[in-house]
């Protein structure tokens, strides 16, 4: 997700701040550039401190947290996680804090960088259509956290109100290829994972610490796909990884990587050659890695459900030659897809999605739920994986018995079936899914890949159920 900034009225309420033209001891007085995560400012020239003048404008927006579910997030600059702050170790910050005036609540803002009662939070509560501004010298270097502190703080904070402010030492950090913003939350919502429409945040789960999501930089699927970080083979990248939280440890892990160095929460302290990395709520860490392969290498929180069941996966794609030294051509990124919610069930105090009212309707659902559930093991075309999940497309099990075809998502499968007149031996687990939910998902197979055109309906579904 990523908003604008309401340009006019920030320049209207930054002019009603400092004018004397103060600068730190080198006399010189800078805008800081912000940046949207996975971007980063780059890195400072100058190698002197300044007076670095930092505007930052807090919006509450509606947007996507996943595939047909939005949430309204309150945000620093528009957008989850709020805007990237780079800085220099010994600069003088004049901080400006603005909330819109369309916003409903007042805001203010913690900067774990700042020495200081409430780490600016006491000088900063702001409300609606009002701005404040004040200030604090960057004494430690290193990478931090900030988040809103305006009570109830783990309200705030669990609806997006959190970012990272880099202060650089003094000699600037070594020089790399490329460098990336990679924040992971949690979303606490009245509807379980997946449930449709636009969610309200559940103060009860949060205080029980049990998201419904976790997710990379804002919503599920913000780093996949066309969205995923880039770079080229020989190049190093560097990761700002922040845990927003508010609650959960981040176990980082990049599959097929080893951290050739880590600053250990943000700090001095340099570990090299770590398989994983633990960022608690509220702290950091600088990842450094050497891309020496080509391929899709995925960025997850290592407890592992919450990757593949409730979103904490984003990708980084690496370009160039092979290198079969160090990994030969077997490589396979396929079983690295999003698992989806498989295990949640729609229901609860959340907005109730009615069924679907035509069968193209139901393939649009269909659609979105294969694609979150299905398309890991079946593959997105329908293809499967040899020697382990059957294809979908134009296969002969599923077009010659539908109601076989609906007790295998409803109940699962386990033992040998004839596919295409190939064997396969895997385990097909029940879903948990609604008679709705599996109506729609095996129309939409159904109308796909030179299937048959069924249409499935939940009454059909129902019937299968009661059977076993």
């Not at 010189?28 to 007076?51: F, I």
């Not at 819109?100 to 609540?105: A, D, I, N, V, Y």
């Not at 783990?154 to 020089?175: D, F, Q, R, S, W």
């Not at 609906?406 to 190939?422: A, D």
Request: aromatic share 8%.
């Amino acid at each position: 997700m990523a908003l604008l900034f309401g340009t006019a009225w920030i320049a209207l309420v930054a002019g009603c701040g400092d004018q004397s033209g103060s600068t730190g001891s080198s006399g010189e007085r800078v805008e800081a550039v912000l940046a949207d995560a996975p971007n980063v400012p780059p890195p400072l020239t100058r190698k002197h401190a300044a007076k670095v003048v930092v505007n930052l404008e807090v919006r509450e927006v509606r947007a996507r947290l996943a595939d047909g579910v939005e949430y309204t997030f309150w945000t620093f600059g528009g957008s989850v996680p709020g805007k990237f702050i780079r800085i220099r170790e010994g600069d003088n910050v004049e901080f400006h804090l603005h909330n819109h005036p369309s916003s409903k609540m007042p805001h203010n803002i913690d900067l774990h960088a700042v020495t200081g009662p409430g780490g600016g939070a006491s000088s900063s509560f702001t409300a609606p259509g009002h701005s404040s501004t004040f200030s604090f010298k960057a004494l430690n270097r290193g990478l931090y956290v900030y988040h809103c502190a305006t009570a109830p703080v783990g309200m705030h904070i669990a609806n997006g109100m959190y970012g990272l402010i880099l202060v650089e030492p003094t000699g600037g950090l070594p020089k790399v290829d490329r460098e990336y913003y990679v924040m992971q939350s949690e979303f606490y919502t009245a509807g379980k994972n997946g449930a449709h429409g636009l969610q309200p945040f559940s103060m009860e789960k949060a205080v029980d610490e049990n998201p419904d999501y976790v997710v990379f930089n804002g919503s599920v699927g913000a780093m996949i796909g066309d969205k995923a970080i880039t770079a080229k083979t020989g190049e190093t990248v560097r990761l700002f990884v922040g845990n927003g939280g508010p609650s959960l440890t981040s176990s980082f892990h990049v599959i097929g990587e080893i951290f050739d160095r880590v600053h250990i929460e943000g700090g001095d302290m340099v570990s090299a050659n770590l398989q994983t990395t633990s960022i608690p709520p509220g702290g950091a860490a600088i990842v450094e890695l050497k891309c020496e392969v080509p391929g899709t290498f995925i960025l997850v929180d290592h407890a592992i459900f919450r990757t593949f069941n409730k979103g904490a996966l984003a990708m980084l794609e690496v370009n160039g030659a092979k290198n079969p030294e160090i990994y030969s051509e077997k490589q396979s990124d396929l079983v690295y897809q999003p698992e989806g919610p498989a295990i949640q069930s729609m229901g609860g105090d959340a907005p109730v999605t009615p069924p679907a009212q035509s069968k193209a309707e139901r393939i649009e659902r269909g659609e979105r739920t294969f694609k979150t559930v299905c398309a890991a093991c079946h593959q997105p075309n329908g293809e499967g994986i040899p020697d382990a999940f059957p294809p979908l497309a134009a296969s002969d099990f599923l077009n010659a018995d539908k109601p076989r075809a609906i007790g295998v998502v409803v109940h699962g499968l386990t033992g040998e079936i004839q596919v295409k007149g190939k064997t396969f031996n895997s385990v097909m687990p029940s879903l948990g899914l609604t008679d709705e939910v599996v109506a729609n998902v095996l129309t939409y197979v159904y109308s796909q890949w030179g299937n048959a055109g069924y249409e499935v309906t939940a009454d059909e579904v129902k019937a299968v159920r009661a059977k076993k």
